[in-house]
């Protein structure tokens, strides 16, 4: 039996689910009705900053923040939502969407790249909390 190293479950992830381009969250954001969700630790936040409108839900607490029988759900969760997660560099937050189609979540994707793309993008990044 062969191992995986966490490359593998990356790329396992990203072809399960929508990787969107900083334009593309870009415009959805625009349009509203997106719930985008921030999985950096908050030390990464104070640190680099974020996008705004962005939510804020650690990838260790995801799960339980996105399940509504969790004693930690976050309201601003619905697995009907359209919802857009996003980490620093995009590897994380492929696991957390492919996460969250395991929870019955079907609406979701991920910023492919992360705050870095989004910033190399040109796009406005607000400073941190």
Known sequence: MSSKTAAHLIAEAKARIENL?????AAELEG????LVDIREPEER????G????IHTAR????????????YYHPDF??????????????????AAAMLQLLGYTRMAHLEGGLRAWQEAGLPVMPGP
């Open 78 to 95: 619905d697995p009907g939502a359209r919802i857009i997660l996003f980490c620093a560099n995009g590897g994380r937050s492929a696991l």
């Open 21 to 25: 381009s900083p334009a593309a969250v």
């Open 46 to 49: 104070a640190q680099h900053g």
């Open 32 to 35: 509203g009705e997106v719930l």
């Open 51 to 54: 996008i705004a409108g962005a």
């Open 60 to 71: 260790g607490m995801l799960e339980f923040a996105a399940d509504p029988t969790s004693a």
